[in-house]
């Protein structure tokens, strides 16, 4: 695992200051809930908390990189640090048993055990009843730090035995830049990029590494077909993204959510386009007078209903990863709200 200092993580200092002023009183409590969208640096933030807490000269909150202990980290072989993430779909509670062993011992460092807890809204429910009770009573020298998304997707009885961190979306005008030099894209494709992953670095390299770009204006050709297609059409549409269709055999769930984040970047641009808001402000300035077009089809209520839709597809995927039924619906519904602007020409023959 990569190890970052506080000092090299962008778009958390808040989160990192509160954190460091934790550690400066000696008041760390013995778990946290760090919440937040995927990809934005929870991990890297616990991590890089982890080797502050255990370097034997942390200066002003950072590890030294000097110690035995953070040379251990810099070598990738601390021994007091445990990563838990989901086993397939779930944290089952054969992990949390797991935990609850390990942190039986007294860590070896003889400082401090840090178990991180990636996707906690992952566990199963019996996981999560289980560690509850690790986390009533968790022995001296160890810190949990659980990752989650929203704090509504746990149990509010472990939500409230921890103190909770709120990490916010990178600002593209930090994202665009370290994504340009990561990846040596241009400045425009990496600004674009940064926008449409919705200031997750993780997703937005992501998107990169899948072509996203490259396969963004059929995405876009694909939602405008909707409106010209039957509900059994559009169902069957929803299998085909899917992949479910018959005949298919590869399921493409890794697609989705970047697929429905292009599409909000289209219903939002579309409303700009609408609101007649300052072109630079559009996402796909690019595409400006294909957005100029579609525009005409839809009224403003219409296009922040499809937006709404999009948002609870998002949630509806990652809370319950049933994703035919997502996409059945989100099509169905975002098809609803195409074709009927009142401005004749465009409605179906019924
Ligand atoms: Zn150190």
Sequence with gaps: MDFIPFSKIIGQDKAIGFLK????????????????????GKTTTALALAQAINCAEAKE????????????????NFPDLQVIEPDGQFIKIEQVRGIDREMGFKPLSGRCRVVIIRSAERMTMEAANAF???????????????????????????????????????PASLAA?????????????????ARIAEGSLGKALEMWEEGILEKRAEYITTLMSLKAISEIEAVEMALRLTGKEKGQDQEKDGDILPLLN????????????????????LINGDLYSELKKAAQG????????????I?????????????DLMMENLLLGLRGFMGETGGGGDRENH
């Design 21 to 40: 002023q934790a550690m400066a009183l000696g008041k760390l409590p013995h778990a946290y809930l760090f919440t937040g969208i995927p990809g934005i």
């Design 61 to 76: 909150g950072e590890g030294c990189g000097e110690c035995v202990s953070c040379r251990q980290w810099a070598g990738g």
């Design 132 to 170: 509850l009770k690790t986390l009533e009573e968790p022995p001296p020298g160890n810190i949990l730090i659980l990752n989650a998304s929203e704090p509504l997707d746990l149990l509010p009885t472990i939500v409230s035995r921890c103190q909770n961190v709120g990490f916010r979306p990178i």
């Design 177 to 193: 830049p370290w994504l340009e030099e990561k990846t040596q894209m241009g400045r425009d494709k990496a600004s674009l990029l």
């Design 262 to 281: 292009v599409w909000k970047t289209w219903y939002r641009d579309l409303l700009v386009v609408k609101g007649e808001g300052p072109p630079e402000s």
């Design 298 to 309: 839809f009224r403003i209520d219409q296009l922040v209903s499809s937006l709404l839709l």
């Design 311 to 323: 948002d609870q597809g998002e949630r509806d995927f990652r809370r319950s990863r049933n994703l």
